[in-house]
């Protein structure tokens, strides 16, 4: 599965933004993808994550409530809605497709290069 993310940018706080990763050859693969992000200095961490059917999300606590995650009917593409952002939210975001839909860093093996997120007090 190659992965490409796109969609960062500059926001204000209380803004949104939509995310997109486009992932050639997940629609046959059975693959859930997951959406992760690294600030400056920090460990990358889990954002939130779908598996392939659609039918199974999981979100890290901070993206509760203000994230959503969802894919195309084809699978193809995946979107992280993200509302309500802060400038905590800055980070470069990254997405990723493992065997089944988990906040687990390690079982993710491929992925994407980043898309940056800022977001401005």
């Known amino acids: 599965v190659q992965l490409q993310a796109s969609g960062g940018g500059l926001v204000q706080a209380g803004g949104s933004l939509r995310l997109s990763c486009a992932a050639s050859?997940?629609?046959?693969?059975?693959?859930?993808l997951g959406w992760f992000r690294q600030a400056p200095g920090k460990e990358r961490e889990f954002v939130a994550a779908?598996?392939?059917?659609?039918?199974?999300?999981r979100y890290s606590e901070s993206a509760k409530g203000r994230f959503t995650i969802s894919q195309n009917n084809a699978k193809i593409t995946t979107y992280l809605q993200m509302n309500s952002l802060k400038p905590e939210d800055t980070a470069v975001y990254f997405c990723?497709?493992?065997?089944?839909?988990?906040?687990?860093?390690?079982?993710?093996?491929?992925w994407g290069q980043g898309t940056l997120v800022t977001v401005s007090s």
């Open positions: 050859g997940r629609a046959e693969s059975g693959y859930a």
């Open positions: 779908i598996n392939w059917r659609g039918l199974s999300t």
């Open positions: 990723a497709a493992a065997y089944y839909c988990s906040n687990l860093t390690r079982i993710y093996r491929s």
